[in-house]
């Protein structure tokens, strides 16, 4: 086992702040001294490490910075950890289950995977994201289930010749990492990403959608909110 120092010195090199140990608090970046807040949090190696929006209010890039670090070090300590956030992709990154809340209640239990796949209801697939929630008389594919809405993420609709539905694009957003293709039919839009590099479509081109019916995700109410036990 360690003793202080070593154990000081080993989180200083995993959370990249071996040189700036000399340093008073206020020499720090933001960044560096939320990092240290993270280790002297981490440094009795606690049972549980409860974390309350620990990346909020910080820049864009130290966040994501720091959201590596902490991912890094649950798994280089084994720390369980409770994290509560509001930034969808920082629950995704970080949870091996995201527990979602809504009003107290507790509607979805489950890994990030399925909950961005398979969301319970409206409520939990708005939180993670891009979504398209279609109305049955807009896309009406399946006539013998009971539903109102169609969800489907961007990435599984696509520009292709062999769709049956046919749009208009309205707006095309560069995004850095892909393109968004806004694409009206029937005066309701639908989200479509796209590849940053086969940027092909333009503004008021035509074109024709291909839904991944594997993808599509059914619900019977816009506003039904499911409560589940915390046993589920």
């Known amino acids: 086992m360690h003793n202080i120092s070593g154990t000081v010195n080993e989180l200083l090199r995993v959370m990249e702040l071996s040189d700036q140990a000399p340093k008073y ?15 002297r949090a981490i440094i009795k190696m606690p049972k549980i490490l409860l974390l309350d929006e620990p990346l909020s209010n910080l820049d864009t890039r130290v966040r994501i910075d720091l959201r590596d670090y902490l991912k890094k070090i649950q798994k280089e300590f084994n720390l369980t950890a409770i994290h509560v956030t509001h930034d969808p992709i ?13 009003h107290g209640k507790l509607v979805q239990k489950s890994t990030p995977k399925e909950l961005y796949n398979k969301p319970n ?15 049955r008389e807009i896309l009406n594919l399946n006539k013998n289930l009971d539903y109102e809405i169609c969800e489907i ?7 292709d010749d062999s769709g049956s539905l046919e749009g208009k694009i309205t707006s095309v957003q560069f995004l850095g990492s892909e ?11 639908v989200k479509v990403k796209g ?21 599509m995700n059914f619900y019977k109410s816009w506003e039904r909110i499911t409560p589940i036990s915390i046993s589920q």
Not at 90 to 102: N, S, Y
């Open 25 to 39: 608090p206020g020499e720090l970046s933001g960044g560096q001294q939320q990092r240290v807040a993270l280790a």
């Open 121 to 135: 209801d409206i409520f939990c697939a708005r939180l993670l994201g891009a979504v398209n929630l279609i109305p």
């Open 153 to 159: 993420r961007p990435e599984d609709v696509k520009i």
């Open 195 to 215: 590849d940053k590099y086969e940027e092909k479509y333009g503004e008021g081109n035509t074109v024709k959608l291909l839904f991944n019916n594997d993808a």
């Open 90 to 102: 920082e629950a995704m990154a970080l949870g091996d289950e995201v527990i979602v809340l809504h």
């Open 179 to 189: 393109i968004m293709y806004y694409v009206d039919i029937g005066n309701f839009s």
